[in-house]
């Protein structure tokens, strides 16, 4: 298997896990900062299990690894916060802004952005834009949460491209796991939660599947096929989400909803059969 084909296997992979999580932290009913907490706790211990370099200091504390690591604890605690106070359908289309975001910023990465995958990242803002004109009737406060979540996910996404030339994606990783985790661990001492079997399996759950192994399979996608490729395919993560939602949880989508998500399930396969048609000319260009 060549490594452009493990890198989209990859961001499968991811996109299913990513697109359960909010459903996870809705049946859990913990507040955003508390279950951020926990599942980082337990995905802190996976990384410590399988990571053999142990913790350097000079790593910890380069700048890419610890502005990266607050963005992704703004960027969760934003997030599941937002899909308590709004429907998963729209809280999950204006959190897919941030890899349109990315593809427009990609140039900081040391990326050209191609046509097609600002293309891509053009159905995605006009999706947001959808979700902005329901959410005047539903949640306008609930909008501005999302957008939140939005943009810290187009931040971490460059910075840490920044960070992933140099480390390990096991090792980035778990540092930005462990500083999410000091952020978060204040708020146990004054919100309210309650432990039970159930929630500590999907808080273990969450924390070594969807937290760990996904975010390995991400930043490392991104090494292989590029950040416009997986900031694109990062799409289907609402599609799974809205998929999720309905089954377990049975919100169903509206017709803006659905609009949207459809737009953005469109830009990502626009992309990614752009891509794959450039990687076979220049296969066939050099055979020739």
């Known amino acids: 298997m060549d490594s452009d084909t493990v890198g989209y296997f990859e961001i499968l992979v991811s996109t299913v896990f990513w697109g359960l999580i909010p459903i996870i932290s809705i049946v859990i009913g913990f507040p955003s900062p508390v279950f951020v907490f926990f599942r980082v706790l337990v995905s802190a211990l996976f990384f410590y299990a ?16 610890l502005v990266s690591g607050v963005l992704l604890g703004i960027n969760w605690i934003s997030f599941f916060y937002a899909v308590d106070i709004m429907p998963v359908s729209m809280a999950v289309v204006i959190y897919y802004s941030g890899p349109a975001i990315a593809i427009y910023l990609s140039f900081i990465a040391g990326e050209r952005p191609n046509m097609m995958a600002m293309i891509g990242g053009s159905f995605s803002f006009a999706a947001t834009a959808l979700m902005f004109l329901q959410s005047v009737n539903l949640s306008l406060y609930g909008f501005a949460v999302a957008m939140i979540s939005g943009l810290s996910y187009a931040m971490i996404a460059i910075i840490s491209r920044k960070a992933v030339d ?24 004054f919100m ?19 937290t760990g192994l996904a975010l390995i399979l991400w930043y490392d996608s ?11 395919l990062s799409y289907l993560d609402p599609v799974f989400a809205v998929i999720f939602a309905f089954l377990i949880l ?18 990502g396969s626009i992309v990614s059969y752009s891509n794959i ?12």
């Open 166 to 189: 140099r480390l390990r994606s096991s090792d980035l990783v778990m540092y930005q796991t462990l500083i999410v985790l000091i952020m978060t661990a204040p708020f146990l001492a």
């Open 277 to 288: 048609r450039a990687l076979r000319k220049l296969g066939e260009k050099t055979v020739i």
């Open 50 to 65: 399988i990571n053999r370099n142990g913790l350097k200091l000079r790593e910890f504390f380069r700048w890419p690894v």
């Open 250 to 267: 049975g919100q169903k989508p509206t017709i803006l909803a659905v609009i949207s998500v459809s737009m953005i399930l469109a830009s």
């Open 222 to 232: 991104q090494r292989r096929i590029g950040i416009q490729t997986v900031s694109v």
């Open 192 to 210: 309210r939660f309650h432990l039970t079997y159930v929630n500590v399996a999907l808080i273990i759950f969450a924390g070594v599947f969807q």
